[in-house]
């Protein structure tokens, strides 16, 4: 499956931004989706998950409670909304697609959040 994310930007601590990454040529709802992140000089980091249906999500603990991970099957595209955004949550932010319970082998070009302080 192929994915583009989209919805990054620059945002003011304490702002909400919410991403987007819309899914094409595949059964999107045969994928469970997350997205993760990637600052300079450190390692890509899981941020979030949710299942096929939309009736399981599962969140990095630095993100519970102020991200919110959602999907629409009808159009085929995950969302991640964010709010009380830190400058810490500044990374390129990438989707990915797992298929049937495999590892993440899809992901999206990535885009770029920056939170100022």
């Known amino acids: 499956v192929q994915l583009q994310a989209s919805g990054g930007g620059l945002v003011q601590a304490g702002g909400s931004l919410r991403l987007s990454c819309a899914a094409s040529g595949g059964t999107f709802n045969n994928y469970r989706m997350g997205w993760f992140r990637q600052s300079p000089g450190k390692e890509r980091e899981f941020v979030a998950f949710?299942?096929?249906?939309?009736?399981?999500?599962f969140y990095a603990g630095s993100v519970k409670g102020r991200f919110t991970i959602s999907r629409d099957n009808a159009k085929n595209t995950v969302y991640l909304q964010m709010n009380s955004l830190k400058p810490e949550d500044t990374a390129v932010y990438y989707c990915?697609?797992?298929?049937?319970?495999?590892?993440?082998?899809?992901w999206g070009q990535g885009t770029q959040v920056t939170v100022s302080s």
């Open positions: 990915a697609a797992a298929y049937l319970g495999r590892n993440y082998e899809d």
């Open positions: 949710i299942n096929w249906s939309g009736g399981g999500t």
